[in-house]
């Protein structure tokens, strides 16, 4: 129910008619925040209620996505990045009809750079025309400035807190990064596990 409810925010704040389409990011201070499992969660509850949702691994240096819905990674968003011509790169989720997920694939040694690029901002304008609603799966704000950078091309983002865990010292630090960027904030979430 926690989901839904959050759902329901995120499509009033985000997803309205009459607004600009954009993608949202799911960034965290640390690892083990729940980032990636609340990405998925969002992904298949805003599925449920129609419209084809594609959910993006853009976490260049630990995908974990492709592992959670056992989907093949050979293939993906660093291709794509990269100018490689690959098939099959969006891939449906068997128990979810309208839901897609654009894994990694081959993790790059320079994940930043992939997502500094042109290239990135198109891939994602032109996703948000494809789908109804796109999820994307960021970095570990510890690990650099992708997540800021991602939510920048998304333009929107959540923010996810572990109870217990995450630092208010960190998470000022990245809503401030995220907030110099022409991203839109869409709220802070608090994971309790």
């Known amino acids: 129910e926690a989901i839904r409810a959050i759902r329901s925010q995120v499509m009033m704040r985000l ?3 009459g607004q600009d389409r954009r993608a949202l990011a799911v960034l965290s201070p640390d690892s083990g925040d729940g980032k990636t499992f609340f990405s998925a969660n ?3 509850a805003l599925a449920q209620i129609g419209g084809r949702t594609l959910l993006v691994d853009a976490d260049l240096r630990g995908p974990r996505l492709h592992t959670v819905f056992n989907i093949e990674n050979t293939s993906g968003l660093s291709g794509i990045l990269s100018g490689r011509s ?3 790169v969006i891939q449906q989720i068997p128990d979810v009809p309208s839901l897609f997920l654009l894994p990694v ?3 790059p040694p320079n994940p930043l750079e992939l997502v ?3 290239a990135f901002g198109l891939l994602m304008r032109e996703l948000v025309n494809k789908f109804d609603h796109v999820v994307v799966d960021t970095p570990a704000a510890i690990y650099g400035s992708d997540s800021a950078v991602i939510a920048a091309r998304c333009g929107a983002a959540l923010v996810i807190a572990r109870q217990d ?3 208010v010292a960190q998470l000022e630090d990245l809503v ?3 907030s110099e960027t022409s991203a839109k904030i869409a ?3 608090v994971n309790e596990f």
């Open 15 to 17: 997803f309205n008619e």
């Open 42 to 44: 969002l992904a298949i």
């Open 86 to 88: 690959e098939a099959k």
């Open 105 to 107: 694939g081959i993790t």
């Open 116 to 118: 500094e690029r042109p």
């Open 165 to 167: 865990r995450s630092r």
């Open 176 to 178: 401030a990064n995220v």
């Open 187 to 189: 709220g802070v979430i």
